[in-house]
């Protein structure tokens, strides 16, 4: 049973891809109590990909420019939670295909779901 679905800002940050990179980011939210509620993090052609789902996205976005860190622009997603993981993810796509969009990304807790058409 889903506890609940939320909307969630996230922002894209993309860093090298050495050993401790992200030892390194997470150490740096902490001291900065900077909570997240999630992050998805992979590796990319040269580099990494970190999404960063803030509680606070100004305090993100502050410590950003503190250290120069390169932030995408704000990007919207759904943060899906509950014990039965397949079925918020079924609400979640389900609600935004009701309402004329997809999906561009999706993993255990969060799915991106796009904008309706402007057809629609």
């Not at 939320?6 to 997470?26: F, I, M, S, W």
């Not at 992050?39 to 100004?58: H, M, N, R, Y």
């Not at 410590?63 to 390169?70: E, M, P, S, V």
Request: proline share 5%.
């Amino acid at each position: 049973m889903a506890k609940g679905i939320r909307k969630v800002d996230y922002y894209v940050l993309h860093t090298n891809d050495q050993p401790g990179e992200g030892a390194h980011l997470l150490k740096t939210l902490k001291k900065h109590k900077v909570n997240l509620l999630a992050l998805t993090a992979f590796p990319t052609g040269g580099g990494s990909q970190v999404d960063l789902i803030p509680e606070k996205p100004q305090q993100l976005i502050d410590l950003a420019k503190k250290f120069g860190w390169k932030l995408s622009s704000k990007k919207t997603g759904f943060m899906a939670r509950g014990k039965d993981r397949a079925h918020p993810m079924a609400v979640a796509i389900g609600s935004g295909a009701d309402a004329g969009g997809g999906v561009d990304a999706g993993v255990t807790g969060m799915s991106t779901i796009t904008r309706p058409r402007a057809s629609c």
